[in-house]
C-alpha cells in the first residue's frame, strides 16, 4: 500500500494515543513537530515510524515547509495558530484535522478549502467532538420520528477519580492551572425558557446546579461554559426552548472557587510585594494584605476572611476555611512563589500542590439530557452518557477521548471515507457515523437510555 505522510504539529499530552492509533497502520509514516525538540523526541521514541523535528509555530514559512512535504496535518497546537496551518494547507493542497473549535479566522478559508478540494476537518476530540457525535444521533432520530427537541442540556468535565480527588477543589491539573482559572472568569451565553441567559464571574458559579445525571455515587454541580445560543443552528433544533452546554465540576468546588474570587485571587493586577524581585514573603502576609490586615492573628485573619467573602451565610463555611488551610493561607512558613500578581502566584501553588500522582486516575463525565415531545405529543427523556477513567501509567481518559476520536477522523480522510470540502465540524452522519462505529471498537461510546 501507498505510503502516507502524517504531519502532527504539537507533542502534547493529548498526542501520545492519537499517534498510537495512527501508526497501528504500517503505511503510515509520522513526523511529529514540536516548538521543543526534546517533547517530539520523547514522544516518537516508542515508535519507529516516527520522526521527531522541531518547529517554530511563529514562522509561517516554517509552517509551510512542513506542510508541503506531507498528505495530513494534525494541528494540537493552540487554536491561535490553526488559522496558519489551514492557510499552508489550502496553498499545498493537503488536508487538516483539529480538536478545536472553528474560530472565525478558520472560518474564513471555508472557501478556500473547497476550492482547493482540501478537507478541514475540526472539533473532533471529546468536548467538542464525542458531544457532537451523539448530540446528532439523537436529534437525527427525533426528527426522523417526527418528535421535536423540548431541551437540549449537556455537560462535561474532566475530573481526577473520586479517589484521588482528595483536594478542596476536587480538581488536578494536567496542564496550565491559569487556563482553568482564567476559564471561570469567560462568560457563559445560554438559553433557558425561551430566555438568551449571561453570566461571569461570581455570577458563573452562583449558576452552578446540582446534577442529577441518575448515577448518585458521582456528587457533581455544573455551570454553563461559553456560548451555547448557536447550537440552535448548529445541532438543527430551532424548536429547543432550552440550550445549555457546560462544565462538570465536583460538589463544592465553585463555593470554593467564589471564596477565592471575592478575596481578588484571580487578579492579574501588578502588586509590589509579589514581584520577583521584592523580599521573601509567606501566604499569611500575603492573605493579610488582601484584607487590609497588617501582621493578624490567626483568629483575626479568619474573621476577616468570613466578613470578606461572607461565610456566615455559607453552609460551606467550614469546609472552606479546611481549604484555605490546605492551601497554606494561614501559615507564617509557607512560602510563596511570588509571579508579579495574585493569579499568577496562586498558580504557581496549585501547580505544585495540585499534580497528578503516578498511580492516580482521572476521570471523564459527559452527558446530553434531551427533553424530547414525541409526534404523538408524549413526553420522553433520553440521556446519553459516556464514563471513562485513566489507566495508571498508560493513557488519562482525556488524553484518550480527545487523541483517538482525532486518530479515527485522520485515518477516515486518508482513506477516502469522510470527503467532504471545506473547513468543518462533525454535523452530519456523512462525516459522524463512520467516525462512531471506529469509536465505539476502541470501547469509546456514549450509552444511550430512555428514562
Sequence with gaps: MAEKKILLLGSGFVAAPFVEYVLRRPENKLTIASRTLANAQAL?????????????INSEQAIED??????????????????????????????????????????????????AGITVLNEIGLDPGIDHLYAVKTIDEVHKEGGKIVEFISFCGGLPAPEN???PFGYKFSWSARGVLLALKNTA????????????????????????TGYPGY??????????????????????????????RYDGFTQFVKALFSLGFLSEEEQPHLLASAPEISW???????????????????????KKCDLDNNDRKAQILDGMRWLGFFSKTAKVHRRGNLLDTFCATLEEKMQYGEDERDLVFLQHRFEIELKDGTHQTRTSTLIEYGVPGGFSAMAKTV?????IATQLILDGKITEKGVLAPMTPSINDPIMELLEKENIGMVEKIL
Design 189 to 212: 451565553k445560554y438559553l433557558e425558557n425561551n430566555k438568551v441567559v449571561e453570566v461571569s464571574g461570581l455570577a458563573l458559579m452562583d449558576s452552578a446546579r446540582v446534577l442529577n
Design 219 to 248: 456528587a457533581f454541580v455544573g455551570y454553563g461554559n461559553r456560548d451555547s445560543t448557536p447550537y440552535d443552528k448548529r445541532y438543527n433544533i430551532p424548536e429547543a426552548r432550552t440550550i445549555l452546554r457546560g462544565t462538570i
Design 44 to 56: 516518537a521514541a516508542k515508535y519507529p515510524a516516527a520522526t521527531p523535528t522541531s518547529c517554530d
Design 284 to 306: 499569611s502576609q500575603v492573605v493579610s494584605k488582601t484584607v487590609g490586615l497588617s501582621d493578624p492573628s490567626e483568629e483575626e485573619l479568619t474573621a476577616a476572611i468570613i
Design 403 to 407: 487523541g483517538v476520536p482525532c486518530g
Design 165 to 167: 480527588s482528595d483536594n
Design 66 to 115: 512542513l506542510v508541503a512535504k506531507h498528505d495530513i496535518v494534525i494541528s494540537l497546537i493552540p487554536y491561535i495558530y490553526h488559522a496558519k496551518v489551514i492557510k499552508a494547507a489550502v496553498k499545498h493542497k493537503k488536508n487538516v484535522v483539529t480538536t478545536s473549535y472553528v474560530s472565525p479566522a478558520m472560518m474564513e478559508y471555508d472557501q478556500a478549502a473547497k476550492d
